[in-house]
């Protein structure tokens, strides 16, 4: 199998996605219990399960590959192909009953995503992105996977899953980002990536992000035609910075990367 062939690769991850959400669905809305981890972020028996089941369709079908999960941690490292795995970005929406969260499934090649699936259990919408193709999108709801053109901040929808994310900024200029921005708007997790591949939002600007969290969302972002790096513009690496900036027009990612640089 050539490099540029992911297709046996999807298949799995196709295979995953249906798994964690036979796995998630049943449990939404069921009154679940709720621990907290170390770092203070809320986990369910459905993630735990979730990324298990998922772990178990790469042993077998994919023994070779590294894993990162983040209720599980890192196997085999030194594969050059390695899994990312969210079973549920966005605890916070799914024990409150807020379907405004998704299971994330990611594959690095040599450190970069050439995979990325975003689904969202409940409302049963899927979106798949493969590096160098047209970002896919199946829902009972309907929509098309390509963002809108908004070359300018004035205009934008800006998103952001919390202030309390923000806290963590590297520096307070997001504040200048969102007093320019035509609206803000908060809460999503993965799902705001998912609906800027939509053409619904125009721009994402979020921070304390890990790769798991961040990993399936390029290829998805840049297979609907926009652009998705670190705040400074440069691209997002596993050891980087932890803030995220995607938006659906490269005119408005600029002209976000120079507010956020305080060059504009």
């Known amino acids: 199998m050539s490099d540029d062939d992911l297709t046996p690769f999807l298949e799995v991850a196709t295979m995953m996605a249906e798994a964690a959400r036979c796995v998630v669905r049943p449990w939404f809305r069921r009154g679940i219990s709720v621990s907290d981890k170390a770092d203070e972020s809320p986990v369910t028996i459905a993630d735990r399960t979730a990324e298990r089941v998922m772990r178990a369709i790469l042993a077998e079908r994919l023994p070779d590959h590294g894993v990162f999960g983040e209720e599980f941690g890192l196997a085999n490292d030194a594969a050059r192909y390695r899994w990312l795995l969210d079973p549920v970005d966005g605890t916070r929406a799914f024990v409150t009953g807020r379907p405004l969260f998704g299971t994330l499934i990611a594959l690095l090649r040599d450190g ?52 309390e994310m923000l806290e963590s900024a590297p520096h307070e200029r997001w504040k200048t980002l969102k007093a320019r921005a035509r609206r803000m708007t908060w809460g999503g997790d993965c799902y705001a990536y998912g609906l800027l591949a939509l053409g619904q939002v125009d721009l994402i600007a979020e921070c304390d992000m890990n790769p798991w969290d961040w990993a399936a969302l390029v290829p998805v972002i840049e297979g609907a035609g926009g652009k998705i790096t670190a705040w400074d513009g440069s691209p997002l690496r596993l050891d980087g910075d932890r803030t995220v900036l995607a938006a659906g027009d490269a005119a408005l990612h600029a002209e976000a990367v120079r507010t956020l640089a305080g060059h504009d």
């Not at 969202?120 to 970002?135: D, K, M, N, Y």
């Open 112 to 163: 970069q995503p050439v995979l990325g699936v975003i689904d969202q259990p409940v409302l049963q919408e899927r979106w798949i992105g493969v590096a160098g193709q047209p970002t896919r999108f199946v829902s009972p709801l309907g929509g098309s996977p390509v963002t809108r053109s908004c070359a300018r901040l004035a205009d934008a929808e800006l998103s952001c899953t919390s202030p």
